[in-house]
């Protein structure tokens, strides 16, 4: 079975273009929490000279997965797959 295939079931996706809509929330999503992570560390007035690398790092790290969660039900919804990516993040948040 290939991997697609093996996704495809695993996340009841019923056709190759949902899946490829999924992929695309994924992707958007991932990328837009990143970008949007500085601008609120930004506000904060946190940055790489304010405070150690690490705990810069740590810090936007931790602010990165609740705009992820966020990002991911307002796009997934927006592309018309709420339903899957609501039933993700509640996943998301039990482990």
């Given at each position: 079975m290939l991997f697609l295939e093996k996704i495809k079931k695993k996340w009841?996706?019923?056709?190759?273009?949902?899946?490829?809509?999924?992929?695309?929330?994924f992707g958007i999503t991932g990328s837009l929490s990143t970008?949007?992570?500085?601008?609120?560390?930004?506000?904060f007035d946190i940055n790489r000279l304010t405070i150690?690398?690490?705990a810069y790092w740590t810090l936007r790290i931790l602010i990165i997965f609740?705009?992820?969660q966020m990002l991911l039900?307002?796009?997934?919804?927006?592309?018309?797959?709420?339903?899957?990516?609501?039933?993700?993040v509640k996943k998301m948040f039990l482990r």
């Amino acid at each position: 079975m290939l991997f697609l295939e093996k996704i495809k079931k695993k996340w009841s996706v019923e056709s190759d273009l949902q899946l490829l809509v999924i992929f695309l929330v994924f992707g958007i999503t991932g990328s837009l929490s990143t970008w949007l992570s500085k601008p609120v560390l930004a506000f904060f007035d946190i940055n790489r000279l304010t405070i150690s690398p690490l705990a810069y790092w740590t810090l936007r790290i931790l602010i990165i997965f609740p705009i992820y969660q966020m990002l991911l039900l307002v796009i997934g919804t927006i592309f018309g797959q709420y339903s899957f990516f609501k039933n993700f993040v509640k996943k998301m948040f039990l482990r």
